[in-house]
T-cell receptor, first 115, second 113 residues
């Protein structure tokens, strides 16, 4: 089991560029989510999905798009990168929605810098 | 909005006991999670509480009081490798926020020899 994998590990973008952060899990988890982590701010939810074909917005969705065509993959798209999107991005998955046994497993993160 | 508070930093010495507190005010509650995050790494799951009381897991224990909106993580026999950030997260139980996790800002624990 690879768990949750993310690519790339590091990325530098120029303002206005677009890119996709990849996330995949091999645990057959239904629930997947994207967080960003900024110094002093904790983890904040960007978008999440409760299953293939179903996505919803989290706390800070502006500037990001997601789709979930398969159970395994949950890519995050930055449409037009801005310096405010410089952050560490974590993808996470869990068997279900909250509660016992539904702890989230996190990927290793993508460190993104927007110049 | 959801409000989850924990101290920013704590220090302790090897072999000691440390208690990291977390208070929360949220619109609903479906359990509280503690995660450990070493610098430059992903958070990893430590414990889960949904009922009042103490859950023990080896050197780590976690306590919850739902009526007080309060939890703590207790680390015993501290080791250098316990130096990390400890994240408190509340899972919500209502409607569109069902199952969503809201995180505190994390407590950076430094263990000195």
């Amino acid at each position: 089991n690879a768990g949750v994998t993310q690519t790339p590990k590091f990325q530098v973008l120029k303002t206005g560029q677009s890119m996709t952060l990849q996330c995949a899990q091999d645990m057959n988890h239904e629930y997947m989510s994207w967080y960003r982590q900024d110094p002093g701010m904790g983890l904040r939810l960007i978008h999440y999905s409760v299953g293939a074909g179903i996505t919803d917005q989290g706390e800070v969705p502006n500037g990001y798009n997601v789709s979930r065509s398969t159970t395994e993959d949950f890519p995050l798209r930055l449409l037009s990168a801005a310096p405010s999107q410089t952050s560490v991005y974590f993808c996470a998955s869990s068997y279900g929605l909250g509660g016992a046994g539904n702890e989230q497993f996190f990927g290793p993160g993508t460190r993104l810098t927007v110049l | 909005g959801q409000n989850i508070d924990q101290p920013t930093e704590m220090t302790a010495t090897e072999g000691a006991i440390v208690q990291i507190n977390c208070t929360y005010q949220t619109s609903g509650f479906n359990g509280l999670f503690w995660y450990q995050q070493h610098a430059g790494e992903a958070p990893t799951f430590l414990s889960y509480n949904v009922l009042d009381g103490l859950e023990e897991k080896g050197r780590f224990s976690s306590f919850l009081s739902r009526s007080k909106g309060y939890s703590y993580l207790l680390l015993k026999e501290l080791q250098m490798k316990d130096s990390a950030s400890y994240l408190c997260a509340v899972s919500l139980d209502r409607g569109s926020t069902l199952g969503r996790l809201y995180f505190g800002r994390g407590t950076q624990l430094t263990v000195w020899p």
